[in-house]
């Protein structure tokens, strides 16, 4: 009786394989489909090749702590079930998270978070309908290029000293828990229209170089903003009496 491999679950070596094989031939390394039941160390990785992990289930922690992605990396649709941690880490092509999700729940010991601390964004970013079921850091991330953060963010969502050097639009986000933006910087464009901030929304210190929008956003509790930044304070204040 022959016994056929199961191809859509993957280990740590297999990924691997297929990684070292897409980067020997020049090829897109091709995740897509498959469910990752090992933990994943890419710690320092370089990726030299683009990587496609479109609906792609991380079952186990994976860390992507100081990688480069030299090309373009697409997470399209991806879940991961456990611990996501991007520290450090570069996207310097195009980096696609839209309709991903990234799951957690409070146990009696740990609580599965995602981590995007001082990762640099050096083309478009999205996160287009992507569901953050417990924290996610960006302190001290860079976007050089444009971001898109339509997403769900249902436990506290930290942007603190985080440089936003082109367009980003928080378009129709959700803000469940606390938005922390205190000293982000917005150097280009910023788009907050028809956002909602359930938990406190924290502006101090924060500037904006360009234009910036609330038209149609929902604050449901206090928002924190500098005095001295006038421009602000009046656009949230008539966000609040809409």
Avoid: W
């Avoid at 980067?23 to 990587?51: C, H, M, Q, R, W």
């Avoid at 850091?137 to 769900?152: G, H, I, L, M, S």
């Avoid at 367009?167 to 788009?191: E, K, L, T, V």
Wanted: negative net charge.
């Amino acid at each position: 009786m022959n016994i056929k491999k199961d191809k859509t679950h993957l280990k740590a070596k297999e990924v691997f394989q297929i990684l070292k094989d897409a980067e020997e031939k020049g090829f897109t390394a091709n995740f897509d489909g498959k469910t990752i039941v090992d933990e994943l160390d890419f710690e320092g990785y370089k990726f030299s090749v683009p990587v496609s992990f479109v609906k792609t289930t991380f079952e186990r922690e994976v860390s992507f702590i100081y990688a480069t992605f030299s090309a373009n990396a697409y997470f399209k649709g991806a879940t991961f079930d456990d611990n996501a941690y991007f520290n450090g880490t570069k996207f310097r092509g195009d980096a696609d998270f839209s309709l991903s999700t990234f799951d957690s729940f409070t146990g009696a010991t740990s609580r599965y978070e995602v981590l995007f601390h001082e990762a640099t964004f050096e083309g478009d970013v999205c996160f287009i309908e992507a569901t953050f079921k417990g924290d996610v850091f960006f302190n001290y991330a860079t976007f050089k290029a444009n971001a898109f953060f339509r997403a769900t963010f249902e436990g506290d969502v930290l942007f603190h000293e985080a440089t936003f050097e082109g367009y980003i639009s928080f378009n129709c986000a959700r803000f469940d828990g606390y938005a922390d933006f205190n000293n982000a910087m917005f150097d280009g464009y910023a788009d907050f229209n028809g956002a909602t901030f359930s938990g406190y929304a924290d502006f101090r210190y924060a500037t904006f170089a360009d234009k910036v929008y609330f038209n149609n956003t929902i604050f449901e509790r206090k928002v924190f903003f500098t005095p001295e930044n006038k421009k602000l304070k009046e656009l949230i204040e008539e966000a609040q009496n809409v």
